[in-house]
């Protein structure tokens, strides 16, 4: 079972995917490090709109930063990513195995209902 903290985070990583500005940042910082306002280049928001968007990827812990004097470099981190996606693989799993039981309940009924069928259109 999830402990309150990984729940957080999961929390932080979805509601940071949740956004297309977001998820275009990671794609860019996927393909290597880049300073902030290289990142802000294509969006036509201003440079405090994207920093905002930045520091939602930062709490979600899928950027890191480092700062080389007056140069903040952002580059991508995984883990969050990898974690959220191991997330929704149990919940899939669950509700798979969750539906096939369902399924073969159903199925079962049919095959019982098949075999012993009751008279339709009872008088009330």
Request: no cysteine; aromatic share 10%.
């Given at each position: 079972m999830p402990t309150p903290t990984t729940e957080v985070q999961l929390d932080h990583t979805l509601a940071a995917l949740a956004d297309p500005t977001r998820r275009a940042i990671l794609q860019r910082?996927?393909?290597?490090?880049?300073?902030v306002t290289e990142l802000a280049e294509p969006f036509a928001i201003s440079l405090n709109a994207v920093s905002k968007h930045i520091r939602m990827l930062e709490r979600a812990r899928l950027v890191r930063r480092r700062k080389a004097g007056r140069e903040h470099f952002l580059s991508f981190n995984p883990e969050p990513l990898d974690r959220a996606a191991a997330w929704i693989?149990?919940?899939?799993?669950?509700?798979?195995?969750?539906?096939?039981?369902l399924d073969s309940l159903l199925r079962e009924e049919d095959r019982e209902a098949s075999k012993n069928p009751t008279k339709k259109g009872r008088s009330s």
């Open positions: 910082l996927a393909r290597g490090e880049a300073r693989e149990e919940q899939r799993a669950f509700w798979n195995q969750q539906l096939d039981a």
